[in-house]
């Protein structure tokens, strides 16, 4: 089946790229019209196979369109849904794939001639690279999406999302705008502040230090620069939009910083011990829950090999 006929992506980023390719993979659409400011980022997405037609007026890219997704930061969700507003269709459904959801609902739907034909939507899959040489068609497999109606939103609109959602190999999860923003607070937001911190914490250190965190970097501070390395317009714009429950969550976890800080400064190892115990087990819950994955165990030196005090 196919959902819709005719799709504009405004943004043609990784999450749309990514939308595209698994569509077109799975003959899941006849046309794609792409909208960016950037000539040369429409130039690549042609080249890319990304789109059909690429379009710098948001109004002329949506003409026609029976679905529309918006993949610009959250900031300026507002602004794009107000320029494309004279050129929709009265029956055009519309989603999003930002990372917040009440703020973009709230800046989005006024634009809109049929309010209740918006679904907003945040595929939960990424990777630290952006722009459309990033998209790749497998991005949504095996990964949730997550749809959050609103009370006024059209049931139909909102299977029809759904299924194209499921077409890319993605599972689709229904919450409110409200409690999805608090979840990705935390599982996602917090994250990505935290890590955004430790690098640039890193940045601040002499040189001669910095040097060396460089090149004796292990497998944790990596991962940091990994998350750290995304498209800084859009979390500052995440932060920006989000910040009542990244506030909440940051407060909580500054809470047990200060109590871990302790436990390291008075010796208290159970404490210590108890805690990295339970993030043991929240790992594998999020392994068994498809979310992650175990890595290859790389050959190492034996016991005999070892270093006294159990270093490498």
């Not at 006929?5 to 980023?13: N, P, Y």
């Amino acid at each position: 089946m196919v959902p819709f006929r005719r799709i504009a992506l405004l943004g043609i980023g990784l999450i749309n790229g990514s939308l595209a390719l698994a569509l077109r993979e799975r003959n899941g659409v006849e046309e794609i019209v792409a909208c960016a400011r950037r000539a040369e980022t429409r130039e690549r997405a042609l080249e890319l196979g990304l789109c059909d037609r690429a379009l710098t007026d948001p109004a002329q890219a949506v003409e026609g369109a029976d679905l529309v997704v918006l993949g610009v930061p959250p900031g300026a969700m507002g602004p794009v849904a107000q320029a494309m507003a004279p050129g929709l269709d009265p029956g055009a459904v519309i989603t999003d794939v930002g990372s917040v959801k009440t703020q973009i609902v709230h800046d989005v739907m006024p634009h809109l001639p049929v309010p209740g034909l918006f679904v907003p939507g945040h595929p939960v899959a990424g990777t630290e690279r952006s722009g459309p040489d990033a998209a790749f068609a497998t991005l949504f497999v095996n990964r949730r999406v997550i749809l959050t109606p609103i009370e006024d939103t059209d049931p139909e609109a909102t299977a029809r999302v759904r299924a194209l959602w499921e077409t890319t190999g993605a599972s689709v999860d229904l919450m409110t705008p409200e409690h999805h923003d608090r979840i990705l607070a935390i599982t996602s937001h917090l994250p990505h502040l935290i890590a955004y911190t430790i690098v640039g914490t890193v940045a601040d250190l002499e040189t001669q230090t910095r040097s060396e965190v460089f090149k004796y970097a292990a497998g944790g501070f990596t991962d940091f620069t990994r998350i750290a390395a995304s498209d800084p317009t859009m979390w500052r714009d995440v932060f920006l939009t989000n910040r009542e429950a990244v506030l909440e969550m940051l407060g909580r976890f500054t809470e047990d910083l200060v109590r871990l800080q302790r436990a390291i400064r008075w010796g208290d190892g159970d404490t210590l011990f108890e805690l990295f115990s339970r993030t043991r087990a929240i790992r594998r819950a999020v392994i068994e829950a498809g979310q992650a994955f175990e890595r290859t165990p790389v050959p190492g030196p034996t016991a005999a090999e070892r270093s006294p005090d159990g270093e490498d």
